[in-house]
């Protein structure tokens, strides 16, 4: 899941990141409330993580805005204002969580797991393709009923291949919402990561769910042909 970080602390915010990332997120991060509220607002994430006290347009003015443009990301207030009417006037105005500095990075990463599972009523708790299933909360992965052990990276990629099931998702796509939109790194990571789910997701059962579209990107369908998984290929 894709997630977006807004705090003017830069150190804070590049930790954030990192351990975030960790935990299997595509994290973006912004240093100012006009840059946060243009990310938001032109961006596809599954949650915000907003600091109050910002330059250039404070927390609430972010939340205030988004919500009168119709941008209904989870909003997770994280500040070290903890007065009990700034948390009442940022939840009145539309956020969904507060948080007070200083915190915890596991208490964190509860309120935001947490968070993502009370607003994504709308999606499958569990996703399947064909035989191949994956618990976004508890983040079992398995095929047949077998559990496959994914790192985080793999995971993420794994999960947003299987929300858009059956559709081409492009190299760019894929870099943008697992890795993040700043990543600089060579393109061809996203062939080892593809490489990697293959050997793990399709090889083991003899099927080829996960197919390149070669010059487009790649798609995962619910029924896998039987035979070699890796390599699968297909021109246009």
Known sequence: MR?????DEVNLADALQR?????????????????????????????VVLDLMLP????????QRLRDRGVWT???MLTAKDGEYDQADALDLGADD???????????VAHIRALLRRVVAERPMVLEVGDLTLDPVTRDVARRSRPIALTPREFALLEHLMRRAGEVVTKS?????????????????????IGYLRKKIDAPF???????????????????????????????
């Open 56 to 63: 250039k347009l404070s927390g609430y003015r972010v939340i």
């Open 173 to 193: 796509e894929l870099i943008d919402h697992v890795w993040d939109i700043n990543f600089d790194g060579p393109v061809n990571v996203v062939e080892v990561y």
């Open 74 to 76: 989870p909003i997770l």
């Open 98 to 108: 507060y948080l007070t500095k200083p915190f915890s990075f596991v208490v964190l």
């Open 19 to 47: 351990g975030l990332t960790a935990e299997g997120f595509s994290v973006d991060v912004a240093h100012d409330g006009e840059q946060g509220l243009w990310d938001a607002t032109e961006q596809a994430y599954d949650l």
């Open 206 to 236: 003899g099927v080829r769910s996960l197919t390149t579209i070669r010059g487009f990107g790649y798609r995962l369908d619910a029924v896998g042909s039987t035979g070699p998984a890796t390599g699968s290929t297909i021109d246009t």
């Open 3 to 7: 997630l977006l970080v807004v705090d």
